[in-house]
């Protein structure tokens, strides 16, 4: 099964919000509300920020927000601050009872 | 603290065979299904393999079907990965991760494995 699409990278300045799309099909993202969202910064494991499409886990911050329609979820990062700046990726869980991820957004705060 | 630690990673030659280890702690193992991801050097995330939280039921990626196997013992809270007919592709940082809400919530620091003659 290929990887779910994602845009290689995105950019924002300080205080912008940007959006990162992540598209599937109808037997994974469009078929479940169960699309997951991680941030990755360099050398270190992924941490787990969006669950359920939209659910932010405890001691996540609500400038993080997820959202689907159809066969495509989204993350929007309001706010941005320096932090920010990290690996995004998106997954879902799928038809076939197994996991799959996106590509990875690269996003870098200017 | 809900800790998940690797262990078993190292460099193998191609056809080789190696051992991972995920030794759980601080919440209740038996009651959570376990997922392996990895992510080779510069590249993005990849699902691997899971197991139920009884070891009943496991799914692979077609990548490593016929290959990895992976197994659990809710007595020692621990996980395993056994990979055989390794590949220089199957160089990564593998992950061991515990799955949540249909998600993968808490994750180790990974293990290195190198497949290089």
């Known amino acids: 099964q290929s990887a779910l699409t994602q845009p290689a990278s995105v950019s924002g300045s300080p205080g912008q919000s940007i959006t990162i799309s992540c598209t599937g099909t109808s037997s994974d993202i469009g078929g479940y509300n169960h699309v997951s969202w991680y941030q990755q910064h360099p050398g270190q494991a992924p941490k787990f920020i969006i669950y359920?499409?939209?659910n932010r886990p405890s001691g996540v911050s609500n400038r993080f927000s997820g959202s689907k329609s159809g066969n495509t979820a989204s993350l929007t990062i309001s706010g941005l601050q320096a932090e920010d700046e990290a690996d995004y990726y998106c997954?879902?869980?799928?038809?076939?009872?197994?996991?799959?991820f996106g590509g990875g957004t690269k996003l870098a705060v200017l | 603290e809900v800790q998940l630690v690797e262990s078993g990673g190292g460099v193998v030659q191609p056809g080789g065979s190696l051992r991972l280890s995920c030794a759980a702690a601080?919440?209740?193992?038996?009651?959570?299904?376990m997922h392996w991801v990895r992510q080779a050097p510069g590249k993005g995330l990849v699902w691997v393999l899971c197991?139920?939280?009884?070891?009943?039921?496991?799914k692979y990626a077609d990548s490593v079907k016929g290959r990895f196997t992976i197994s659990r013992d809710n007595t020692k809270n621990t996980l395993s990965l056994q990979m055989n007919s390794l590949r220089v592709e199957d160089t990564a940082v593998y992950y061991c991760v515990r799955g949540q809400y249909h998600a993968l919530d808490v994750w180790g620091q990974g293990t290195t494995v190198t497949v290089s003659s």
């Open positions: 197991i139920s939280s009884d070891g009943n039921n496991i």
């Open positions: 997954s879902s869980y799928t038809s076939s009872v197994t996991w799959i």
């Open positions: 601080g919440f209740d193992f038996s009651g959570h299904w």
């Open positions: 359920g499409v939209s």
